[in-house]
């Protein structure tokens, strides 16, 4: 099978833990695999070995077809805050991995459930904290960051209280102290 990131290398078995088949690029050193071997391997007992250095993650940013069928391959973001995305066939279930993204899954606690990064449902929990983040950067940026951290503690804190809703009142009340 060639490889289609590099268009220059090919494709050989390889197995990325023991246990579990893949595919590797004997140039740019990419993988391909099938979720579903995934799968398998985790439910056959499969482990995942230690991390022992995180590698150097590469990233292909242009659209990539599939080794197998040769159609476009899609996208999926890997976590909220990191511009990592992942390659996926949907007609054959087989994933592109660049250089390191492995590990990099690894890190991430998501190596041996890959399979759910190619959702919507995570896909929409990303967008739902990438929207969250930017939004906690306006406020930093508004209030200052130690104002932030102060307010974000009452906040916690207040949420916590039993008679919260009158805390509040009183907080927010021009003169608490007035009766009226
Ligand atoms: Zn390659």
Known sequence: MNCTACSTGQLAPCFLEPGLRAHECNHCGGHWLYVEDVVQWKAGGGKLGELDQMPEVEETASALTCP?????????????????????????????????????????????????????????????????????????????????????????????????????????ARDPYSGR
């Not at 899954?105 to 919507?120: M, R």
């Not at 200052?144 to 949420?159: D, H, S, T």
């Open 68 to 172: 197998v069928t040769g159609r476009l391959m899609q996208k999926y973001r890997i976590v909220s805050g990191s511009s990592h995305k992942l390659d996926y066939s949907p007609h054959t279930g087989g994933l592109w991995l660049d250089k390191g993204e492995w590990s990099l899954l690894k890190e991430y606690a998501l190596a041996g459930s890959v399979g759910n990064i190619v959702t919507e449902h995570w896909q929409r929990k990303i967008r739902t904290e990438d929207a969250k983040a930017s939004l906690e950067a306006v406020y930093r940026r508004k209030f200052g960051e130690a104002n932030y951290r102060k307010l974000a503690e009452i906040r916690n804190w207040l949420a916590d209280q039993e008679n919260c809703a009158e805390m509040r009142a009183f907080l927010l």
